[in-house]
């Protein structure tokens, strides 16, 4: 049991870059893999970004490839998502996730730990 509550979200315009952070509680954070999904109004939770217990490996959807990057930092309980070159279509609550264990998958279901969302807002 973990509590997740992400931070950072809001209004930018178009090309801008945003910071998203991912808090969560508790002592073993650096053995959950971590996720950022993302759901606009009217569609479906999408798979954004995951990472591995440590960092090593990350994971990418192919519409953020080469603008978003996922990070974390174990010592802060902290999981990031920098958000580079936004566009309108980014538009969505973003979500942080989490589960515990070391197999990184990018599948919605995976994961059990979820937080409440933040909001981002793309403006063109």
């Known amino acids: 049991q973990v509590q997740l509550v992400e931070s950072g979200g809001g209004l930018v315009q178009a090309g801008g870059s945003l910071r998203l952070s991912c808090a969560a509680s508790?002592?073993?954070?650096?053995?959950?893999?971590m996720g950022w999904f993302r759901q606009a109004p009217g569609k479906e939770r999408e798979f954004v970004a995951a990472i591995s217990r440590h960092g090593s490996n990350t994971y990418y959807a192919e519409s953020v490839k080469g603008r978003f990057a996922i990070s974390r930092d174990n010592a802060k309980n902290t999981v990031y998502l920098q958000m580079n070159s936004v566009k309108p279509e980014d538009t969505a609550v973003y979500y942080c996730?989490?589960?515990?264990?070391?197999?990184?998958?990018?599948?919605?279901?995976?994961?059990?730990?979820w937080g409440q969302g933040t909001q981002v807002t793309v403006s063109s």
């Open positions: 508790g002592r073993t954070f650096s053995n959950y893999v």
């Open positions: 996730a989490g589960r515990f264990g070391s197999t990184v998958q990018v599948a919605t279901t995976f994961y059990n730990y």
